[in-house]
């Protein structure tokens, strides 16, 4: 499965525009979410064997394997690491970020 | 067809016309009765619904919820001690915008430990986010079941409702109640359709969402504006009806013999009935009184009430309940409303009733006389007391 590309989301004119409560439709999210990373992964691509481990244990899905190489969306990874712990290949790297 | 039957009858024959896709009731003093005789009917098949036994009032509501959430037709019903163990989920349903109805049996709440009729229970859940009517008798108890759904399943509304009816007063006592037919039901109330609501593997949706401090004030201030404009749907939903069936509740409330009023004592429920007999013997005698029954409290009918007032010298409030350390709380609902009134009517509280003690017709025609006395009076009066207070 791919990650689902973040649809455009319009922020209602009106109380009226918003949601019959709390059900709305599925595939847009609002806002980013990665405020609170310290460390994030790097992939080294020429050691990388596209083995997709990193793909299948992301809690957060933003590694997206429709391209090669893998790209992460560091707009909603939370810099958890486990990426990087699980690599076998070991080319995932967790750099730490000047902010 | 007409049946001589109890008020918990009436109901549960209104739900089996309403054709609930799933039934998930808990069974409590004095509702047993009502979801008892809809556990028969989908036992014997004259009701094809679902009935789910639930282990508490807290799963009944929950049940309801998941059933509503998928674009089904639910029902449950308690009481008292049931509705407030159940209280967490109605502001989850409301909020949901789910169409659920619910019966609630009024009845007083512990301690002391007491299973009669008062109302105090649904007074807790005034801002739930529910519509609230309460019935007169088993006649429109029955009634109302088949409008709730209409009126709760209508887009401009989606909001659950609940159905009041007194504990014992009217679950227990009988009367010759007229059943539709089902194929009347089936012409007022169509299946419930919230296609563009539920999910689907096209429609992915995501269910009881968060909205945080940026986005949650919109969701109530959207969910206020629907609640308030209900009162004109329930309106509507009521002409409907009396096209249909040939009989009126007048909507957000009833007027009798307040033309020429000079004391007006506004009713809920069950003492509306022994209120009007009161009306009609005094009128009889020569005084000047009438009775406004307020049917809905959610939505409150403001405009409804003061337009019904004016003109009116003084009115009194009955309340079978008291948020401690206040008043009454329709007292409070209707005070809150009559201030906009150019001449607001001088207004004075009649608690009574609670615990089931009788509010008898020797107490209304007292209030009347107080009313009419123009004697200054404590704004809280208590209806029926064995003792000094």
């Known amino acids: 499965m791919q990650r689902p590309k973040l649809k455009q989301w319009q922020e209602p004119k009106s109380v009226q525009d918003y949601p019959l409560g709390s059900t709305c439709k599925s595939d847009h999210l609002t806002s980013i979410n990665a405020g609170w990373r310290t460390y994030k992964p790097v992939i080294d691509h020429d050691k990388c064997v596209m083995c997709l481990r990193c793909f299948l244990v992301c809690p957060d899905g933003v590694i997206d394997k429709s391209t090669n190489p893998l790209t992460i969306d560091y707009d909603y990874c939370k810099g958890c690491g486990v990426c990087a712990h699980e690599c076998k290949p070991k080319c995932i790297e967790m750099v730490k970020e000047e902010k | ?389």
């Open chain 2, 1 to 389: 067809m007409e049946k001589f039957i109890c008020g918990n009858d009436a109901v549960a024959e209104g739900v089996r016309l309403a054709r609930p896709h799933v039934i998930s009731a808990y069974p409590i003093t004095p509702q047993t009765i009502a979801v008892e005789r809809l556990s028969d009917m989908c036992e014997d098949g004259s009701l094809k619904a679902d009935y789910m036994h639930v282990e508490s009032e807290h799963s009944a509501l929950a049940a309801a919820m998941g059933v509503s959430s998928v674009g089904a037709r639910a029902f449950t019903a308690t009481s008292s001690q049931g509705l407030l163990y159940m209280a967490e989920c109605l502001p989850y349903a409301s909020g949901a915008r789910l169409p659920i109805v619910m019966m609630n049996a009024n009845r007083a709440i512990a301690t002391p430990w007491n299973i009669y009729g008062d109302q105090m229970d649904s007074m807790f859940l005034l801002n739930s986010g529910w519509i609230q009517v309460y019935v007169e008798d088993a006649q429109e108890a029955l009634d109302m079941m088949i409008q709730a759904y209409r009126i709760a399943e209508d887009k401009r509304v989606m909001a659950p409702v609940m159905v009041n009816l007194d504990g014992f007063v009217l679950t227990h006592t009988y009367e010759l109640v007229n059943i539709p037919s089902q194929e009347d039901v089936d012409a007022f109330l169509p299946p419930i359709n919230l296609e563009d609501q539920v999910m689907t593997i096209d429609n992915p949706k995501s269910l009881c969402i968060s909205a945080g401090n940026d986005f949650n004030f919109e969701f109530k201030i959207k969910q206020e504006q629907d609640l308030t404009n209900s009162k004109s749907v329930l309106e509507e939903v009521d002409e409907a009806f009396s096209q249909a069936f040939g009989r009126k509740y007048h909507g957000l409330l009833e007027t009798y013999k307040m033309e020429d009023a000079e004391a007006v004592l506004i009713t809920t429920g069950s003492i509306t009935g022994t209120t009007r007999i009161v009306v009609d013997e005094m009128r009889q005698a020569g005084h000047k009184v009438g009775l406004l029954k307020l049917r809905y409290l959610r939505p409150f009918p403001q405009e409804a009430l003061n337009k019904a007032l004016e003109g009116i010298k003084a009115i009194g409030v009955i309340d079978k309940n008291i948020s401690f350390g206040y008043e009454g709380t329709i007292y409070t609902n209707v005070n809150s409303s009559i201030i906009h009134m150019e001449t607001p009517p001088k207004s004075i509280n009649f608690i009574g009733g609670l615990g089931g003690r009788d509010i008898t017709k020797a107490n209304i025609e007292e209030a009347f006389q107080k009313l009419m006395s123009g004697d200054s009076l404590d704004r809280v009066q208590y209806m029926n007391v064995r003792c000094e207070q």
